[in-house]
């Protein structure tokens, strides 16, 4: 047995899959810990090599359904990806492996099945298809090409004979090799009593080789009027070509997911205990390791940067791909680049711990997720084709008594361009695609579904603190008793705050800092929970930050507009008065009025008490405000909202917006917002700007724009294409070129949805 990392090729049906029970190889795509598992269960995300339609999900998803230790098996057609929840206790993946193997398909951890060595082995062995199919095409297409230019008696019977016996050979390798995936996907199909979007096209492929076969050997029989060499192999390279682009765009689609997936280093330097360095796969990094990063690689895991300042590439986490210099003790995460020269990080965070590892397995559960729309689809593709089926041998029999020699012809025709493909593909493209350009501006979808409820939004609810504000507060106003300047009271105050963690302290040490004078030499500090800092001054004079009480000034504790205050004392009393305010987001007033042309009401709900909240209401120009509402008083006001018919998004970030976020109809979270937060929301925004809600939104009615479009062009593919192959106007090799252009025409429109 080979392990994962050491394997050459692709596993394969043969394969033992006794490596997906390796618990090291395990963890990178397996969870036990997520929400919704019991005890005894974990979910495992894989790739399904060998699928190439809605009929290939359903045959894997039935042979896992009903295993013992299985709870739930879904596979997402576009992305081949299954997500499998199931019992360790009670089964092993190597045995579940190989239930799918034994229908014909593989299971590959994603690490593999996306490296760079298997995209270029498909890649490869698919052009290979591609040109033999072409090239003997254009050599078929030179042989019969006298038949169409001269009349009936032109051409020697010999000559007429020699050609066909000519296309027949060279037809060989486009039925035999070209049209290997085909005949496979329908031959695994049929095995099982299934009939797959291959089953048609390979009845037609089969069909008209057979047929024509047998007037090259047989020119007085019954067949031997006409040959169809020249449509066989020009349809197989159509139906190729355009599914070799479909793999592409379909890649694409998912490459944002494909692209993180690929992200990490497969090794990395750790340092030895006697100071050298060793190569070692991720999977066998610890918290507590110090591995050296080089210049252009990824940080393999979180941790603390133990050289210098790096440059760093953070465009993960935020979606902007400005460096970021990070300094010696400041924290740097996986998956992010550093763009300077080689540095050391002590590891804290390894393997499914980090960052990367939520960010990716948030994407993954969002790639493997069926949207409505697509399950609705693929339900009517399965029935589709037998109705298919059915069609065309209503239409040969048809066409025998009218005209024998167009009934083949016609048959083959109704079996190629009625193939469902573009009907499957409409909704997932579009969707994957929207949702691989939101992960590159650093907004991550965790429900596909949700673009359909947020295209349908009419309100957005906002939280206040930390989502239309920072979690920081800034300093507004200082005012000094006479003597003293705001200079020297920052300089004290400053002092005071630096060695607090309380976010007052933190707003004015962060600007004393940025002043001229810097901070003031004190000495003896000593903190008293809830009222203040202390020190002692050059002369020994104490010098106190704090409430008005613990200063020892007669004076309110809050400014009559609600702005809070802090102040500064001695031993003469008050010295300084420090009023703060919170800390807008800099895009929150731009992203209400954007809300405001879209059609879109605003409200904010929180829990601050009135006079805070409309300040910030009225700051970012919200129409509506609720403040002093506690978590039961929001969920009620969203529930009112939802009675009088409004469609609602929330947008928050505490851990008692939790309940909220799970009841409105879709839900955004901030990056940095608390993991019940997130949980419960459909978006996460982990740049943590307002802006991103309204793109998000208009990139959401953008694409059900789009998957409108592909349903309806799908429909009128079929409604115009099936009455003219049924008429008998529509060659073989032209319906190939129909169903082609129309799986590309529907990849191509999602395409466009990655761009904006």
């Known amino acids: 047995m080979e392990w994962l990392g050491l394997h050459r090729g692709p596993l394969t049906v043969t394969d033992d899959f006794a490596v997906l029970d390796d618990p090291v190889e395990q963890d990178t795509f397996t969870r036990s810990d997520l929400q919704g598992l019991a005890p005894d269960e974990a979910e495992s995300v894989l790739v399904v090599q060998g699928m190439y339609c809605a009929a290939c999900a359903d045959t894997v998803e039935a042979a896992l359904q009903g295993q013992r230790g299985v709870r739930r098996a879904q596979v997402h057609a576009a992305t081949r990806r299954l997500t499998l929840q199931w019992?360790?206790?009670?089964?092993?993946?190597?045995?579940?492996?190989?239930?799918?193997?034994?229908?014909?398909?593989?299971?590959?951890?994603?690490?593999?099945?996306?490296?760079?060595?298997?995209?270029?082995?498909?890649?490869?062995?698919?052009?290979?298809?591609?040109?033999?199919?072409?090239?003997?095409?254009?050599?078929?297409?030179?042989?019969?090409?006298?038949?169409?230019?001269?009349?009936p008696g032109d051409i020697p019977p010999d000559i007429e004979q020699l050609l066909r016996w000519a296309s027949w050979v060279i037809s060989l390798p486009v039925v035999f090799f070209a049209s290997g995936p085909f005949f496979a996907s329908a031959w695994r199909d049929l095995r099982h009593g299934r009939v797959g979007m291959d089953t048609p096209v390979s009845?037609?492929?089969?069909?008209?080789?057979?047929?024509?076969?047998?007037?090259?050997?047989?020119?007085?029989?019954?067949?031997?009027?006409?040959?169809?060499?020249?449509?066989?192999?020009?349809?197989?390279?159509?139906?190729?070509?355009?599914?070799?682009?479909?793999?592409?765009?379909?890649?694409?689609?998912?490459?944002?997911?494909?692209?993180?997936?690929?992200?990490?280093?497969?090794?990395?330097?750790?340092?030895?205990?006697?100071g050298g360095y060793e190569s070692v796969s991720l999977r066998r990094l610890k918290v507590g390791d110090t591995v050296r990063v080089q210049a252009g690689q990824a940080f393999p895991a979180d941790g603390e940067l133990l050289d210098g300042v790096a440059q760093v590439d953070e465009a993960l986490l935020t979606g902007e791909s400005h460096p970021v210099a990070i300094k010696a003790g400041q924290g740097v995460v996986a998956g992010s680049f550093n763009l300077g020269g080689p540095v050391r990080v002590r590891l804290n965070r390894v393997g499914p711990d980090t960052r990367f590892a939520q960010i990716v397995q948030l994407m993954e559960r969002a790639s493997t997720e069926r949207p409505r729309l697509a399950v609705l689809a693929d339900r009517v593709a399965a029935p589709f084709l037998l109705l298919v089926l059915l069609a065309a041998v209503l239409a040969f029999a048809g066409w025998w008594q009218v005209d024998h020699t167009q009934a083949l012809a016609v048959a083959v025709a109704v079996l190629i361009v009625?193939?469902?493909?573009?009907?499957?593909?409409?909704?997932?493209?579009?969707?994957?695609?929207?949702?691989?350009?939101l992960a590159r501006r650093g907004v991550l979808v965790r429900r596909l579904q949700a673009f359909e409820a947020l295209a349908g939004i009419d309100a957005v609810v906002f939280d206040k603190t930390g989502t239309l504000t920072h979690d920081r507060l800034q300093l507004r106003r200082v005012s000094t008793r006479e003597g003293v300047?705001?200079?020297?009271?920052?300089?004290?105050?400053?002092?005071?705050?630096?060695?607090?963690?309380?976010?007052?302290?933190?707003?004015?040490?962060?600007?004393?800092?940025?002043?001229?004078?810097?901070?003031?030499?004190?000495?003896?500090?000593?903190?008293?929970?809830?009222?203040?800092?202390?020190?002692?001054?050059?002369?020994?004079?104490?010098?106190?930050?704090?409430?008005?009480?613990?200063?020892?000034?007669?004076?309110?504790?809050?400014?009559?507009?609600?702005?809070?205050?802090?102040?500064?004392?001695?031993?003469?009393?008050?010295?300084?008065?420090?009023?703060l305010q919170e800390s807008l987001r800099e895009d929150a007033h731009e992203a209400v009025c954007a809300l405001r042309e879209l059609g879109v009401r605003t409200w904010l709900l929180s829990g601050d008490h009135e006079a805070a909240a409309r300040q910030v209401g009225l700051a970012v120009g919200v129409d509506h405000v609720v403040a002093s509402a506690s978590p039961e008083q929001k969920l009620a006001e969203i529930a009112a909202m939802q009675a009088r018919g409004l469609q609602v998004a929330m947008v928050g970030d505490g851990l008692n917006d939790g309940p909220v976020l799970a009841r409105a109809n879709t839900s955004f979270a901030l990056g940095h917002a608390a993991p019940l937060a997130q949980a419960q929301s459909d978006f996460i925004v982990q740049g943590g700007q307002v802006m991103d809600v309204v793109r998000t939104l208009v990139q959401a009615r953008a694409t059900l724009r789009t998957v409108r479009q592909n349903l309806v062009w799908a429909a009128a593919y079929n409604l115009v294409c099936v009455p003219l192959a049924l008429m008998g106007f529509m060659p073989p090799w032209l319906a190939g070129l129909g169903m082609a252009a129309s799986s590309l025409l529907v990849i191509g429109n999602a395409l466009r949805l990655a761009r904006r």
């Open 87 to 151: 019992q360790p206790s009670q089964t092993r993946l190597s045995d579940l492996a190989r239930k799918v193997g034994d229908v014909g398909y593989r299971l590959l951890p994603m690490q593999q099945a996306l490296s760079v060595s298997e995209r270029l082995r498909e890649t490869r062995q698919a052009l290979w298809r591609l040109f033999v199919a072409g090239f003997c095409m254009m050599q078929v297409m030179m042989y019969a090409w006298p038949a169409y230019v001269t009349t």
């Open 203 to 274: 009845i037609g492929i089969l069909v008209t080789f057979l047929v024509s076969s047998a007037a090259t050997f047989d020119p007085a029989g019954p067949w031997g009027t006409e040959v169809w060499f020249d449509s066989l192999t020009m349809f197989v390279f159509f139906l190729l070509g355009g599914r070799y682009l479909e793999h592409k765009a379909r890649d694409r689609t998912a490459g944002a997911l494909d692209s993180l997936m690929n992200r990490l280093p497969e090794v990395c330097d750790r340092q030895k205990a006697e």
């Open 418 to 437: 009625t193939c469902p493909c573009a009907l499957s593909l409409a909704t997932p493209a579009a969707m994957l695609a929207s949702a691989g350009a």
């Open 485 to 579: 300047s705001e200079a020297q009271a920052l300089a004290l105050a400053g002092a005071l705050a630096e060695g607090s963690l309380h976010p007052v302290s933190r707003a004015i040490a962060e600007q004393a800092r940025k002043a001229p004078s810097g901070l003031a030499p004190l000495a003896g500090h000593t903190e008293r929970a809830g009222h203040g800092m202390q020190a002692l001054q050059d002369d020994g004079a104490w010098v106190r930050l704090g409430s008005a009480a613990f200063c020892g000034v007669e004076a309110q504790r809050l400014m009559p507009d609600g702005v809070p205050v802090v102040y500064l004392g001695d031993a003469r009393g008050w010295l300084a008065s420090f009023e």
